[in-house]
């Protein structure tokens, strides 16, 4: 796929898009029709056929209205997924805002350490979060036995919220960063000149032109939480929507509609939840126009407010990475049972899987990568489409990627099975058996995160800036190469980050799609060790493999970032 | 012995000249749903035993392995299927996507226990038994005071309370059961009532298999209701677990599968035989795998301790497992589990920690109207909304099967049931709470 189609045609000033933006936005919706329309829809379809017939009818969502357990669950779900939101906005807001508007040492260091919960790998990160703060894990150990009381972290729907929480507010604090680094300082400036200062500055000024990106943050955060399944059934919660949804889909022998229904459900409210976020920053402005100034001014701190920082900073660090900590003791523990510490350490864990891992390694960088790649150029191109061109149904592009994250993975991976294992290659082997066919779903799972960041790193571009460009000669698609997509750069980059690593540590539709071991990805390889007791030490291990490869990924685009703000602003 | 192991050398040489004769080569595949400690050694042995051929393993839970296979049936590209739930072939066998294949192997006797080791129409074979039972953690056991279980009543009893774990039935083949065996031992009415006071005192329940040993192996659970292998091969790895096998227990064969129109057949095959020669059946005994070979003479091999379901009396104490009728209810039974437990399971413990309250209460003081107003709580809760004959009606099972004919929904018999749940738990209560006061 080409993002920028070079469309030379003669522009009609009064048009509402060129033949190349018609072009490119036919393409996208091709596209999304193909790999994510078609193959969920000859999956859903169930959900509006009568019992017995294959008639069109409503009946079953009447079913859901009715049935008590299912607007428990949606009720459960809207609470769940707005309080996680709430928390996961003061994890991040500290974190992001001290990390772009001071001096802080050690900044970045902050922003990969604080991006990392994001990448939990599957089953591994649950049991070492469960030794750490279970029931019996260690810190409630401790305390029962210190204290003589238990705090329940991770029972019931608070447990969800905490662990919710903690696993994504990397999605707020990486795209709020994103937009108060792009923030012109010359605003903050006026305002101070204008007696503005501390609090109400931040209120009042740098809060606001953050907005987009605030808003890009926690819109995802909602709607994960909202259609995330792994975490509730990892706490034994059954009451929310999406467990539901799984549980019914995934039971053998059962061929009952409501799980479909309840995904159609999901799709619907994630949908109506982004339109809801977009509507909020409707009819106002956040672009501005001067751009690479390195953000906002950074500040140094006083001694006071430096121990203050340091110490917020360290405390968040301290608890949203707490189960990798556990996951990294995990991985070097001989046994660990119902104590605070394991009982001895060995590296034996690591030898076992060395062998196997490096083709894991390679997979999981191939299928992250081009999927992240995938994702950033339709995220970039449907931005730009909805945010730039009047094209009569360009919300829709939006809607139907971000329609991606509420869609189950294992209704993605047997929808991709039912629509593309009957086509088949010259030789017989069906096209749903080729590796590319994972990366697509991973591109077309992990879409809705680059699409978001792009979108707001868009927004706060002002269009005054291509219109100087197109004025002086360039053509739009020039104008998108030389200006825009630089000035997006960090949101991009964002991009590309959050979607590569939740792509690297997806399991539900990858499971579903592996066709041999010599083309699985890591998540796959945790997976076949974390079913057996044996297995937990060395699935741990894999799983530290696989957070550091993301870290140092993010690591590096952290540096990118860092030094062509660096670049930019030397320019100056 | 000296004898047995000349047995075993014949058995394995016969099986090794038939499989070269055979001579199968190529590559064939297998959808499974074991872990990599136990394909691993069958693979490397297997490769051993029939060289030229390479056993391709592609791990899938057995839902999505299910799912798998009748997606991919049109262009199917796998030779086996192989997993422990027999329910799973059942619904293989049902959508015709398993071929028939008759085993040649010998001395594989008809049943272990009184489960039959085979499909009796021969569209998949046992392989090995496990038995299910109770398995705790003997540090968590310390440290919270808990008494040896010995038998599943002995979970519903209060020191237990709010330290068991199960599997959903509805989501492991092996936990549905155990359910089918208590309600087939004990009848129906009686039996739904030892799983609901076994059930108040539930911490959790799972949605996988390996979701109960995994908490009670890291002592977040004290005491889980678990596959024998499970707790063993945890023992094997060195965590501080304990197993018993409950008086009343179910052994069930762990299966394989040939997968109609697959591309490999001659090596499916092999693979089959293999199994169930000796040499495969010794794999095993490995500490990684421990599960119970269905050929009795190989329990020769294994060591003393290792339960031998041929000759232990508490596993021919379940006689008269009707497949036919487990079979007929199966989603009526996991449903009721389903709306009657696990979605009402605050519900159900809030009762049952009263009523626990109220027994110890009557312990200290006994007073008579007390205890029959618990008695009168414990009937609300035992009470079920459908009866045995209900429960396998065709009416009952056409609103599960998505059946051709119309009728009554799932979504609407669900409803039904959760309230009738929650209205008998909200009674139990009161009564309970009434008990209370009384007692105290």
């Keep these: ?572 | 012995m000296a004898m047995n192991k000349l047995v075993l050398a014949m058995g394995f040489a016969l099986t090794s000249t038939m499989v070269f004769a055979q001579a199968p080569t190529g590559k064939v595949t297998v959808v499974t749903s074991f872990s990599k400690d136990v394909t691993d050694p069958f693979k490397k042995a297997f490769e051993k035993a029939a060289p030229g051929v390479t056993l391709e393993v592609q791990n899938r839970n057995t839902n999505a392995g299910v799912k798998y296979l009748e997606e991919t049936k049109a262009n199917n590209q796998v030779d086996l299927f192989w997993a422990s739930a027999p329910d799973a072939f059942e619904v293989l066998k049902g959508k015709q996507l398993l071929s028939a294949y008759k085993p040649k192997a010998t001395g594989i006797p008809e049943k272990i226990g009184s489960y039959p080791i085979n499909d009796p129409a021969g569209f998949y074979v046992g392989f090995a038994a496990s038995g299910y039972g109770i398995m705790w953690n003997d540090r968590y056991a310390k440290a919270k005071k808990l008494p040896e279980p010995k038998d599943w009543q002995d979970l519903a009893g209060p020191a237990f309370y709010d330290h068991v774990s199960i599997a959903s039935p509805a989501r492991s083949g092996t936990t549905h059961l155990t359910i089918e065996t208590i309600l087939q031992g004990e009848g129906w009415d009686k039996g739904w009532r030892t799983i609901k006071e076994m059930a108040g005192n539930f911490n959790t329940i799972t949605d996988r298999s390996f979701g109960v040993p995994e908490a009670v192996n890291s002592g977040q659970v004290g005491v889980g209701i678990v596959i024998d292998f499970f707790a063993f091969s945890a023992q094997a790895s060195g965590f501080p677990v304990k197993f018993v096998y409950p008086t009343v227990t179910t052994v069930v064969p762990a299966n394989v599968g040939i997968v109609v129109n697959g591309p490999n057949k001659a090596a499916a095959e092999a693979f089959v035989e293999f199994l169930l020669s000796p040499a495969g059946q010794e794999v095993l005994l490995e500490p990684g795998i421990r599960r119970l070979p269905v050929n009795p003479a190989v329990y020769a091999k294994a060591g003393a301790d290792y339960p031998n379901p041929f000759t232990d009396p508490r596993f021919q104490k379940m006689i008269g497992f009707d497949v036919d009728k487990s079979e007929a209810r199966t989603a009526v039974v996991d449903t009721l589990f389903d709306q009657l437990i696990s979605f009402q399971l605050d519900a159900l413990k809030g009762v049952t920690k009263t009523l626990h309250e109220v027994d110890a209460a009557l312990a200290k003081k006994p007073n008579p109207q007390a205890k029959a107003m618990a008695d009168e709580a414990r009937a609300l809760i035992a009470a079920m909304p459908v009866s045995e004959v209900q429960a396998a009606s065709p009416e009952l099972r056409g609103a599960f099967t998505g059946g051709k004919e119309k009728g009554a929904r799932q979504a609407e018999v669900e409803a039904q049931w959760a309230s009738f749940a929650r209205d008998s738990y909200t009674k139990a209560k009161a009564k309970a709470d009434e008990a209370l006061k009384a007692a105290k």
């Design chain 1, 1 to 572: 796929m080409t993002a920028i189609p070079t469309a030379t045609l003669p522009r009609a000033r009064r048009l509402s898009a060129t033949p190349g933006q018609i072009a490119l936005a036919l393409a996208i919706a091709a596209f999304l029709l193909l790999f994510l329309g078609l193959p969920v829809g000859t999956v859903l379809y169930v959900a509006f056929t009568e019992k017995g017939t294959s008639n069109f009818t409503l009946v079953n969502f009447y079913d859901f209205v009715r049935t008590e357990l299912f607007m428990r669950s949606l009720w459960n779900s809207f609470y769940v997924s707005a309080m996680s939101v709430v928390w996961a906005s003061v994890f991040a807001l500290p974190l992001a805002y001290l990390t772009t508007r001071f001096v802080f040492r050690g900044a970045m260091l902050v922003q990969t350490l604080g991006f990392l919960p994001l990448i939990m790998p599957p089953f591994v990160g649950a049991v070492a979060m469960q030794l750490f703060f279970g029931r019996n894990g260690s810190i409630n150990l401790l305390l029962d036995d210190w204290f003589g009381f238990k705090i329940g972290f991770m029972e019931g729907l608070n447990g969800v919220i905490f662990v919710q929480s903690v696993h994504y507010f990397p999605f707020i604090l990486i795209n709020l960063s994103a937009a108060l680094r792009n923030i012109d300082r010359a605003m903050e400036e006026a305002a101070q000149n204008l007696g503005s200062s501390g609090f109400r500055l931040f209120r009042r000024i740098v809060f606001p032109l953050a907005l987009p990106g605030y808003l890009a943050g926690a819109s995802l955060v909602f709607v994960k939480v909202f259609d995330d399944l792994a975490t509730p059934l990892l706490l034994n919660v059954k009451d929310m929507l999406a467990p539901q949804a799984y549980l019914r889909v995934t039971s053998i022998g059962i061929a009952d509609p409501m799980g479909y229904v309840i995904s159609v459900v999901l799709i619907v409210a994630s949908v109506v939840a982004m339109w809801l976020s977009a509507l909020a920053l409707k009819g106002r402005d956040y672009a501005t126009t001067q751009r690479g100034g390195g953000g906002l001014a950074r500040r140094t701190m006083t001694r006071g407010e430096a121990i203050l920082g340091y110490g917020v900073v360290i405390l968040i660090l301290a608890l949203v990475l707490a189960p990798h900590l556990g996951l990294l003791l995990l991985s070097f523990a001989t046994i660990w049972s119902f104590s605070p510490l394991p009982d001895a350490f060995t590296t034996a864990h690591y030898a076992r899987v060395f062998g196997e891992s490096s083709i894991y390694i390679k997979n999981t960088l191939i299928y992250a990568s081009i999927a992240g790649g995938i994702d950033i150029v339709l995220g970039v191109a449907i931005a730009y489409l909805v945010l730039r061109t009047k094209l009569i149904g360009r919300e829709w592009l939006d809607w139907a990627a971000s329609a991606a994250l509420a869609i189950p993975g294992v209704v993605l991976g047997i929808g991709y099975l039912r629509t593309f294992y009957g086509i088949t290659l010259p030789d017989g082997t069906p096209l749903a058996s080729l590796w590319i066919t994972i990366v697509l779903a991973l591109a077309i799972r992990r879409l809705p995160y680059a699409l978001r960041a792009c979108y707001a790193a868009l927004q706060q571009i002002s269009v005054s800036l291509e219109e100087a460009a197109e004025n002086l000669g360039a053509t739009k698609a020039r104008t998108v190469r030389r200006i825009v997509v630089p000035l997006m750069a960090g949101g991009i980059l964002a991009g590309f980050v959050t979607s590569f690593s939740t792509a690297a540590v997806e399991l539900s539709a990858t499971l579903m799609l592996v066709q041999s071991n010599s083309d699985a990805p890591l998540a796959y390889g945790l997976y076949v060790f974390m079913q057996s007791a044996a297995g937990r030490g060395p699935g741990a291990a894999l799983g530290v493999v696989a957070v550091l490869l993301v870290a140092l990924c993010t690591f590096l685009s952290h540096l990118i970032i860092e030094r062509s703000q660096k670049a930019k602003g030397m320019g100056h």
